[in-house]
Every structure is written in structure tokens, then in C-alpha cells.
């Protein structure tokens, strides 16, 4: 347990700095030492720290109402829901608070579209080298034995093949007759930066409807115009079934999304899964309203977001 937080529980290598505030991509510690932020939260921090259209949008919202329920409606929530459809071409979204939360929602998916075919033991494609998160289901579809190290036993339904090999995929649609999803991160983040190849992101689409499997491409890290698209998989000109979506969606306000095509639209009805926090308002202020998006209206490329010197 490090000195200077006896308190809090020793899960991270921290570095032995504190921040105390922020502004564009500066960021200052406790003792008034100025740094670049590279580092950017881990790819949280897409507009910059303290923006000037995200701050006030977020302080009028939480004068309002910081959270209601998802038994009411809430218009904020249907704006950004839109928002991210235009920018993506899918139907529909699902809100959370996490990437780990938004892949289990995936996963959830998946096999309930299975279910839904009659395969009572649905399984889901993942990868060498993947990453998708820490929960006991995401950990498992992890391609990473030292974050799985201590916490079997394992979450069953992964077939497991080696990333950017189209091969390995159709190997395993001519053999296992259970498999109802590929899941796969389009940038492989935490594994190294791994890009899925453009030739082999539109084969295994094909591959996909071809066996009538979801196409689930895990943007929590790439998506949000971090290649200069606003979503990864956008430079091979595809599009998946199910994308989940997170840290870089709120710079920094903790949403998550799951944002998925007509195939995956109306797999998951009512009673079938939920999220208490999804619901909250100030999430969705920033990115929805027209008038005071903090979003550049293209790509992140072509539009660069404040960042004074
Ligand atoms: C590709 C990918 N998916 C999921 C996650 C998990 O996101 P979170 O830490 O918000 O649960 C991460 C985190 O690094 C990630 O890189």
C-alpha cells in the first residue's frame, strides 16, 4: 500500500504525483509543476481538460437534475442515442457507465440472440491479445492470462483465435455450430497497438453474415475519433452489429453506450437488462443538444478541439 494513500485499496502502480487542475491538453500538479497530457485519462480526456462548451453544459444540467430514473423518459438520452446513430449508421443505443459495462451488455447480446435461434450453449469468438475489461465475464473474453490470473473460474462460451487471421475464423464456422458472435477490438489497445487489417475486418463481416453471427467490434479505446474517423472500423467501410462504447464518449463524464444495427436492435426487450446510473442527465447534456455540442460536427481530424498552448 503506497504512503500517501494508505486509504484507498492498492490496485493501481501509481506514479508519485498528484493533479490538481487542468486546461486543453495541460495539466498541473499539486506542487505547480506544468505537464503535457499525453496520457489523456487512457483515452478518456477527448476534449481536453475544462473545455469551455462542456463545463457550463454540464454545470446547467446539474443544477436541473443531476439523475432521474430510466422509468421516465428522457430526451437528452434519445438526442445523443441519435447523434451516435447518424455518426455510425446503426439503429439504436443502450447507455452505461463503463466499457467493461457496455461489453458485458454485449455479450449479453449475443447470446441471447443465440438463445433466440435455439442454441441453448451459445459461443462467442475472441482473440489473442484482446482486451475488453475486468469483470468476471469481460476478464474471460480477455486474451490476457495475467488479468485472468487469480479469478477462475472463468466465464465458459469463448472460442479462442489468433487476432487478424481470417483463416482461424473460418475454421471454427466450419466446426462448431454453437459460435453466435465475433467479438474483437477494431485497434487492439491494452494487448499493444494491434490494428485489425481493413481486408481482414471486411472478411470476417462476411464471414459473419454468411453464418448469420453478430459482428460486435469493441470500440471502448478506439472509437470517439481517435484514427481521424469517428469510429475505427469506418476506414475499412464496414459496419458492425454491436458497438460498444466508452471513455472518450463523455471526456471524462463517466458514460458508456452500446450502440447496434438492425439485426441486433431488438434482441434485448424489457426486464432484460438495466443499468441503475445509465439514466443520468448531465451525461447526455454535452454531446446532445445541437446548440452547445462540445462535439465537432466531423471527424476530430478535420476539426481539431480546443487545446491552447
Ligand atoms: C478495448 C477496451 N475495452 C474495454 C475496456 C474497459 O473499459 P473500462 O475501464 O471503462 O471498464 C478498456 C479499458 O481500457 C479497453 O481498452
Given at each position: 500500500?503506497?504512503?500517501?494513500?494508505?486509504?484507498?485499496?492498492?490496485?493501481?502502480?501509481?506514479?508519485?504525483?498528484?493533479?490538481?487542475?487542468?486546461?486543453?491538453?495541460?495539466?498541473?500538479?499539486?506542487?505547480?509543476?506544468?505537464?503535457?497530457?499525453?496520457?489523456?485519462?487512457?483515452?478518456?480526456?477527448?476534449?481536453?481538460?475544462?473545455?469551455?462548451?462542456?463545463?457550463?453544459?454540464?454545470?446547467?444540467?446539474?443544477?436541473?437534475?443531476?439523475?432521474?430514473?430510466?422509468?421516465?423518459?428522457?430526451?437528452?438520452?434519445?438526442?445523443?442515442?441519435?447523434?451516435?446513430?447518424?455518426?455510425?449508421?446503426?439503429?439504436?443505443?443502450?447507455?452505461?457507465?463503463?466499457?467493461?459495462?457496455?461489453?458485458?451488455?454485449?455479450?449479453?447480446?449475443?447470446?441471447?440472440?443465440?438463445?433466440d435461434k435455439g442454441i441453448s450453449r451459445p459461443e462467442i469468438i475472441v482473440f489473442e491479445k484482446a482486451f475488453h475489461g475486468r469483470s468476471i465475464a469481460t476478464l474471460s473474453a480477455t486474451g490476457n492470462?495475467?488479468?485472468?490470473?487469480?479469478?477462475?473460474?472463468?466465464?465458459?462460451?469463448?472460442?479462442?483465435?489468433?487476432?487478424?487471421?481470417?483463416?482461424?475464423?473460418?475454421?471454427?464456422?466450419?466446426?462448431?455450430?454453437?459460435?453466435?458472435?465475433?467479438?474483437?477490438?477494431?485497434?487492439?489497445?491494452?494487448?499493444?497497438?494491434?490494428?485489425?487489417?481493413?481486408?481482414?475486418?471486411?472478411?470476417?463481416?462476411?464471414?459473419?453474415?454468411?453464418?448469420?453471427?453478430?459482428?460486435?467490434?469493441?470500440?471502448?479505446?478506439?472509437?470517439?475519433?481517435?484514427?481521424?474517423?469517428?469510429?475505427?472500423?469506418?476506414?475499412?467501410?464496414?459496419?458492425?452489429?454491436?458497438?460498444?462504447?466508452?471513455?472518450?464518449?463523455?471526456?471524462?463524464?463517466?458514460?458508456?453506450?452500446?450502440?447496434?444495427?438492425?439485426?441486433?436492435?431488438?434482441?434485448?426487450?424489457p426486464g432484460n437488462h438495466g443499468t441503475t446510473l445509465a439514466a443520468i442527465r448531465c451525461r447526455c447534456a454535452p454531446a446532445s443538444k445541437p446548440s452547445t455540442s462540445c462535439w465537432p460536427t466531423t471527424?476530430?481530424?478535420?476539426?481539431?478541439?480546443?487545446?491552447?498552448?
Amino acid at each position: 500500500m503506497t504512503a500517501s494513500m494508505p486509504h484507498v485499496m492498492n490496485t493501481y502502480g501509481r506514479l508519485p504525483i498528484a493533479l490538481s487542475h487542468g486546461q486543453g491538453c495541460r495539466v498541473w500538479d499539486t506542487e505547480g509543476r506544468r505537464y503535457l497530457d499525453g496520457l489523456g485519462g487512457i483515452a478518456v480526456n477527448t476534449l481536453g481538460h475544462a473545455h469551455p462548451k462542456l463545463v457550463p453544459a454540464l454545470q446547467e444540467q446539474i443544477a436541473k437534475l443531476i439523475h432521474c430514473s430510466n422509468y421516465y423518459e428522457n430526451p437528452l438520452q434519445e438526442a445523443l442515442a441519435a447523434r451516435l446513430c447518424e455518426l455510425s449508421g446503426l439503429s439504436a443505443a443502450f447507455f452505461c457507465s463503463t466499457g467493461l459495462e457496455a461489453n458485458e451488455g454485449a455479450l449479453k447480446i449475443a447470446r441471447k440472440y443465440g438463445h433466440d435461434k435455439g442454441i441453448s450453449r451459445p459461443e462467442i469468438i475472441v482473440f489473442e491479445k484482446a482486451f475488453h475489461g475486468r469483470s468476471i465475464a469481460t476478464l474471460s473474453a480477455t486474451g490476457n492470462p495475467k488479468v485472468q490470473e487469480g479469478f477462475g473460474p472463468l466465464v465458459e462460451g469463448f472460442v479462442r483465435v489468433p487476432f487478424n487471421d481470417a483463416a482461424a475464423v473460418r475454421e471454427v464456422a466450419e466446426c462448431n455450430p454453437n459460435v453466435v458472435a465475433v467479438f474483437l477490438e477494431t485497434i487492439q489497445g491494452e494487448g499493444g497497438i494491434n490494428p485489425a487489417r481493413w481486408d481482414y475486418l471486411r472478411e470476417v463481416r462476411q464471414i459473419c453474415d454468411e453464418q448469420g453471427w453478430l459482428l460486435m467490434l469493441d470500440e471502448v479505446q478506439c472509437g470517439i475519433g481517435r484514427t481521424g474517423q469517428w469510429f475505427a472500423h469506418q476506414w475499412a467501410d464496414i459496419k458492425p452489429d454491436v458497438m460498444p462504447l466508452a471513455k472518450g464518449l463523455g471526456s471524462g463524464v463517466p458514460i458508456g453506450a452500446i450502440v447496434v444495427g438492425e439485426k441486433a436492435k431488438t434482441i434485448l426487450g424489457p426486464g432484460n437488462h438495466g443499468t441503475t446510473l445509465a439514466a443520468i442527465r448531465c451525461r447526455c447534456a454535452p454531446a446532445s443538444k445541437p446548440s452547445t455540442s462540445c462535439w465537432p460536427t466531423t471527424s476530430w481530424a478535420t476539426q481539431p478541439v480546443w487545446a491552447p498552448t
